[in-house]
T-cell receptor
Framework: AQSVAQPEDQVNVAEGNPLTVKCTYS??????LFWYVQYPNRGLQFLLK??????LVKGSYGFEAEFNKSQTSFHLKKPSALVSDSALYFC????????????FGAGTRLTVKP | KAGVTQTPRYLIKTRGQQVTLSCSPI?????VSWYQQTPGQGLQFLFE???????NKGNFPGRFSGRQFSNSRSEMNVSTLELGDSALYLC????????????FGPGTRLTVT
């Protein structure tokens, strides 16, 4: 069965510093990997995805993520955090070898302090 | 294009009642998925419909059911409500193939008293 883990419930960074939100996955087939962001009282918004190709994926709002097959990781990164990046971030995986449904991690709350 | 819409946005029900939630996907999207979001359990997959057929199902009791209409609109029904069913129910749509991201609606906040 596929699964995705976000090992940190909370990440705190200072504005202007780089940020990393971690995600690891487990699938039986080829993974399709996604990052979403959720602001208070809102649905989830898509940030970026990895399907195939270049391991470094660039997405919305200056975010990027690096796919690492050997470490089964897909960490979200941003070179310089903004206070407005404070939100709940979800990693998701769709296992194309099994079921195809999208499974989400538990979420990581990112707080960027001025 | 208009985004995914969900109605109602807020709902208060009593234990034992049933409830129906509605989701209208983005025009042209044939896949609709439903998720339950709670503080303790995070985002849990309920089911996915594609062209009026249930394509995938999560690990929820039979009290949770859904359907999809020919215009891709979807409804989700929960019968015999329990206090633990209080959650944000999110609907998401995509064109229908796996490499597309999901587009989420704003959710329906269900409170069971």
């Amino acid at each position: 069965a596929q699964s995705v883990a976000q090992p940190e419930d909370q990440v705190n960074v200072a504005e202007g510093n780089p940020l990393t939100v971690k995600c690891t996955y487990s699938v039986s087939g080829n993974p399709y990997l996604f990052w979403y962001v959720q602001y208070p009282n809102r649905g989830l918004q898509f940030l970026l995805k990895y399907i195939t190709g270049d391991n470094l994926v660039k997405g919305s709002y200056g975010f990027e993520a690096e796919f690492n097959k050997s470490q089964t990781s897909f960490h979200l990164k941003k070179p310089s955090a903004l206070v407005s990046d404070s939100a709940l971030y979800f990693c998701a995986v769709r296992d194309m070898g099994n079921n195809n449904d999208m499974r989400f991690g538990a979420g990581t709350r990112l707080t960027v302090k001025p | 294009k208009a985004g995914v819409t969900q109605t109602p946005r807020y709902l208060i029900k009593t234990r034992g009642q049933q409830v129906t939630l509605s989701c209208s996907p983005i025009s042209g999207h044939r896949s609709v998925s439903w998720y339950q979001q709670t503080p303790g359990q995070g985002l849990q997959f309920l089911f996915e419909y594609f062209s009026e057929t249930q394509r995938n199902k999560g690990n929820f009791p039979g009290r949770f059911s859904g359907r999809q209409f020919s215009n891709s609109r979807s409804e989700m029904n929960v019968s015999t409500l329990e206090l633990g069913d209080s959650a944000l129910y999110l609907c998401a749509s995509n064109p229908g193939t796996g490499f597309y991201e999901q587009y989420f609606g704003p959710g329906t906040r269900l409170t069971v008293t």
